[in-house]
């Protein structure tokens, strides 16, 4: 049963930083493209950042670039976002999901087949 546990989220000021982990039970996350996608307010779901599991290579949203990071800690099997210089429009509920089919990455929602229960990033002017 694989299950997918997002945290790390919380309140930050504009220009702060967050890390969010996403800790993953059932399956190896280097087997797998683990991906984050986050839901802003009156938004739909949009894909911010996904590794992929045999080298390693990242693909983020092209806004995103250079503020997140995406890394995988394979000793702990959790994927970590690095969020840095948050604006206000960051603010989202973040989720963390697996692609089982298919090893490349991909940022849209359909692609991926298990999901974490999200966690919400306020991020304050």
């Known amino acids: 049963d694989v299950q997918l546990q997002a945290s790390g989220g919380g309140l930050v000021q504009v220009g702060g930083s967050l890390r969010l982990s996403c800790s993953a039970s059932?399956?190896?996350?280097?087997?797998?493209?683990i991906g984050w996608f986050r839901r802003a307010p009156g938004k739909g779901r949009e894909g911010v950042s996904c590794?992929?599991?045999?080298?390693?290579?990242?693909l983020y949203k092209d806004t995103l670039k250079g503020r997140f990071t995406i890394s995988k800690d394979n000793s702990k099997n959790t994927v970590h976002l690095q969020m840095n210089s948050l604006k206000p429009e960051d603010t989202a509920v973040y989720f963390c999901?697996?692609?089982?089919?298919?090893?490349?990455?991909?940022?849209?929602?359909?692609?991926?087949?298990?999901w974490g229960q999200g966690t919400l990033v306020t991020v304050s002017s």
């Open positions: 590794i992929e599991s045999d080298d390693g290579s990242t």
């Open positions: 059932g399956i190896p996350v280097d087997g797998y493209a």
């Open positions: 999901a697996v692609k089982i089919i298919g090893l490349s990455c991909s940022l849209y929602d359909f692609e991926f087949d298990a």
